[in-house]
C-alpha cells in the first residue's frame, strides 16, 4: 500500500488528506485490542474534521481499554479515481489497514446528502453496499448522526443505527461485539444483541407495510429484542470536552479548536431539525469551559476557539464566560498568551445578544462579520415559525455591532416558509437595505450586507413535518425577486438551487422504497451531491424514473396530522401529540416562549426522567 500511495499521492489535490499522522492522532496496538472502529465521514477530509461529533467519538472510544477508532474520509474524485486504477482499497489513516479489517464501520451522517458517498466508501473499502449481501467476515455497518432520525431510507444499506447522542451507546455496542466475537456469534444473532441496546434500531429486525395509496400503514417489530418505538439516547451530564483534538496538516472548513458549551436549545423554532431533536437542554459549568479552553489552546496551538451550541448566546452564563476568557488571555493566566487568543460565537441570537457580550466578543480577536438568522421579515411570519424578532431590536443589535469595528453583517433568511407571500419575500430586501444603511451611517462604504436565502426543507420530527416542499415555480419567483432587488454596492446574496434542496427533502422525508433510488442514482455516478460542482441532477432523474418512484408523493405532498410518517417508530422525546398541537397553533401565529421559561409540555421532560433524576438541580436548563 505504501508504495501505491506514494505513486498517486503526488497526483492528486491536498495529498495530506490521506497521509494521517497528525498532531494528536491516536493509533492503538491492533493486537491487543478487540474491538475495532472505523469512525467515517462520508465527505471530504476538510469537511470531516470540523465535524465536532467525531471528534468526540474519536476521542471517548480512544479511552476505553481493548477498543480503538480510527478515522476515514470520503475521497476526493481525483483521488477515488487513483484509487480505482491502482486496485487500491479504502484505508483508514491511523494503522493504513483497509476498512474490511475493523469490526465497525460507524459513519457519521449529520445531513442527507451523504447518503451515496457511504455507499461509495463501501464499494471503494471492496464491501457489498447492500446490508443483506454482508456477512459475518465482514464489518458491521452502523450509522448515527441528525440524517438518521429517518433511518428509512438507508435501512437497505446500514445493518443498525445508534439514534441520538452516542457518548454512551458506543461503549454499549463495542461491549456487545466483543462479547459476540468471543461467543463465535454469526451475524444475524449479532444484529439481535445490537437490537437490545436502547436507542440502537436494526432495519432487518422490523417488517414494514403500505396502504393501497403508497401511505404507511406501520413499522413493526418481528423479534422480542428489537424495540418499539426507539428512543433517542441522551447523556444526561455532557462528558469532558475533547481538549486534545486532531489537528490537521491541511486547511478545513472551521480551522480552529472548539468547546461545547451548551446542547440542546429551547427556542422552539418551527422549521428548525436540531432544536427539536437535541432537546433537552443541557449547560456545561464556566469553570469546565475555562479549564477546557487552557488545556485546548495547551494542546494545540489553536488561536480561535468557537465555543459551540445551537444558540450560544443564549448560554445562562455567556457573557462571564466571555469576560474571564477575555480577561485570562489579557493578562496571560493560565496557558493562553495575552492578545493571542479569538473567541467565536457561531450561534447567536438577536434578542439575547446584549451590548456587554459584544464588547466583550470585541476585546477577544478578530472582528470580521458578525451573523444573525431572523429566517423572516415581517412580524406575521415571525409568529408562524415562532421567532418573533422586532426589527428595530435587529437594527439597534446591527449597529452596535458595526460601531465595534464589524464590517460586515450576515442575515440567513429562507423561503417556502408556510403561509410566505412575495410580501413577507419582499419584507426581506427592505429590512437588508435597512441594515446596509445603519452600516453605512457608522462606517461608510465600508459596510456590507452578505444576505444568505435558503428554501424550508421540512423536517421529520419538527412542527412543519407535515408541510409540502414549496413548488419550483413559487420558489424561483421568489429568488428573482431577490436576485432583482437585492443588488448594489455593499450588498451579496446567496441562494440554494431548487433541485438540490427537492433531493434534500425527498430523502430526509423517504421510507425504504428510496433505497433502490439511491443505489441506482450512485451507481449512475451520484456522488458529493451536496457540492454544487459535483452534482447530478440526471443521474437522480433517470433513478426515479427507473425505479417508478414519484419525487412528489415524498417532498411536495402534504399529509394529514393522522398519518403515519416513515419515522414515527424512531422516539425523538419530542411527541408527536405536541408538534401537532404547535402546528395548529403556528397557522394561527401563536408564538410559544422558550421552554425554559415555560414548559409547554413537549414530552421531553417525562420520557427522559429517569435520567434527570442522575443530574442535580439546574443541570437541566428546564423549569
Known amino acids: 500500500m505504501d508504495q501505491i500511495l506514494a505513486r498517486i499521492l503526488p497526483q492528486v489535490s491536498k495529498p495530506a488528506r490521506y497521509t494521517g499522522g497528525e498532531w494528536n492522532s491516536i493509533v492503538k496496538d491492533w493486537e491487543a485490542t478487540e474491538v475495532r472502529w472505523a469512525l467515517a465521514f462520508p465527505d471530504l477530509y476538510d469537511l470531516g474534521m470540523s465535524n465536532h461529533g467525531l471528534a468526540i467519538l474519536y476521542d471517548r472510544l480512544n479511552s476505553a481499554e481493548g477498543v480503538l ?42 445531513y442527507e446528502q451523504l447518503f451515496t458517498n457511504l455507499l461509495n466508501m463501501l464499494d ?35 445493518d443498525a443505527f445508534a439514534i441520538g447522542e452516542g457518548e454512551d ?3 454499549e455496542i463495542s461491549q456487545a461485539i466483543r462479547q459476540a466475537k468471543r461467543d463465535g456469534a454469526g451475524r444475524y444473532e449479532q444484529l439481535r444483541r445490537l437490537a437490545g441496546i436502547p436507542g ?18 406501520g413499522v413493526t417489530p418481528n423479534v422480542p ?19 486534545s483534538p486532531v489537528v490537521p496538516y491541511v486547511d478545513t472548513v472551521h480551522n480552529r479548536g472548539a468547546i461545547e458549551i451548551q446542547r440542546g436549545c429551547g427556542r422552539g423554532c418551527r422549521f428548525c431539525h436540531a432544536g427539536m431533536v437535541y432537546r433537552p437542554v443541557r449547560e456545561r459549568p464556566v469553570e469546565e469551559v475555562l479549564e477546557a479552553v487552557d488545556a485546548l489552546v495547551a494542546n494545540t496551538g489553536y488561536e480561535e476557539v468557537a465555543l459551540l451550541s445551537l444558540s450560544s448566546s443564549d448560554y445562562s452564563d455567556i457573557e462571564t464566560l466571555v469576560g474571564q476568557l477575555a480577561a485570562r488571555q489579557g493578562d496571560g493566566d493560565g496557558d493562553l498568551r495575552p492578545g493571542h487568543l479569538s473567541i467565536s460565537l457561531p450561534s447567536l441570537r438577536i434578542e439575547s445578544v446584549s451590548v456587554d457580550l459584544m464588547d466583550k466578543l470585541q476585546s477577544t480577536g478578530r472582528r470580521s462579520s458578525f451573523t444573525f438568522a431572523p429566517e423572516a421579515a415581517t412580524e406575521r411570519l415571525r409568529s408562524v415559525i415562532n421567532k418573533p424578532i422586532p426589527d428595530e431590536d435587529l437594527l439597534a443589535v446591527a449597529e452596535e455591532v458595526y460601531r465595534r469595528g464589524w464590517k460586515t453583517v450576515k442575515l ?83 441562494w440554494n438551487g431548487y433541485q438540490e434542496t427537492l433531493l434534500e427533502a425527498v430523502l430526509s422525508r423517504g421510507d425504504r422504497r428510496l433505497g433502490p433510488v439511491i443505489h441506482r442514482a450512485w451507481q449512475l455516478g451520484a456522488r458529493f451531491d451536496g457540492w454544487s460542482d459535483q452534482f447530478k ?37 419530542v411527541t408527536k401529540k405536541y408538534l401537532a398541537r404547535d402546528y395548529q397553533a403556528s397557522l394561527q401565529g401563536q408564538t410559544r416562549l422558550d421552554c425554559r421559561e415555560q414548559c409547554y409540555a413537549c414530552g421531553i421532560l417525562s420520557a427522559f426522567r429517569e435520567e434527570r433524576a442522575t443530574v442535580p438541580d439546574g443541570a437541566w436548563a428546564c423549569p
Open 200 to 217: 440502537v434500531y436494526v432495519p432487518r429486525l422490523y417488517e414494514v407495510r403500505y396502504h393501497e395509496d403508497g401511505t404507511l400503514v
Open 537 to 573: 441532477v440526471e443521474a437522480w432523474r433517470q433513478a426515479f424514473r427507473e425505479c417508478a418512484v414519484e419525487v412528489g408523493f415524498y417532498a411536495r405532498r402534504e399529509r394529514s396530522l393522522d398519518e403515519v410518517l416513515p419515522w414515527d417508530h424512531i422516539d425523538a422525546g
Open 69 to 110: 477508532a480510527e478515522r476515514v474520509f470520503a475521497p476526493w474524485v481525483d483521488m477515488e479515481a487513483a484509487m480505482r486504477a491502482s486496485g487500491l482499497r479504502l484505508f483508514s489513516l491511523e494503522s493504513r489497514r483497509p476498512l474490511a479489517d475493523f469490526d465497525i464501520i460507524g459513519f457519521s451522517l449529520p
Open 169 to 171: 451507546v458506543i461503549f
Open 124 to 158: 471503494l473499502a471492496g464491501l457489498p453496499v447492500l446490508a443483506a449481501e454482508r456477512d459475518e467476515r465482514q464489518p458491521l455497518v452502523i450509522a448515527g448522526g441528525g440524517a438518521t432520525y429517518n433511518p428509512e431510507p438507508m435501512a437497505g444499506f446500514v
Open 225 to 243: 429484542e428489537a424495540r418499539m418505538p426507539v428512543r433517542k439516547r441522551i447523556v444526561a451530564t455532557l462528558p469532558p470536552p475533547v481538549t
Open 412 to 494: 440567513y433568511f429562507m423561503i417556502g416558509h408556510p403561509t410566505q407571500t412575495l410580501d413577507d419575500v419582499a419584507a426581506m430586501v427592505d429590512l437588508a437595505m435597512a441594515v446596509r444603511a445603519v452600516g453605512r451611517r457608522v462606517l461608510g462604504r465600508k459596510a456590507q450586507v452578505n444576505v444568505g436565502v435558503s428554501t424550508l426543507v421540512p423536517k421529520p420530527h419538527t412542527t412543519f413535518q407535515w408541510v409540502p416542499l414549496a413548488d419550483e415555480e413559487e420558489v424561483r419567483a421568489q429568488q428573482d425577486y431577490l436576485k432583482e432587488h437585492l443588488r448594489g454596492p455593499g450588498l451579496k446574496l446567496n
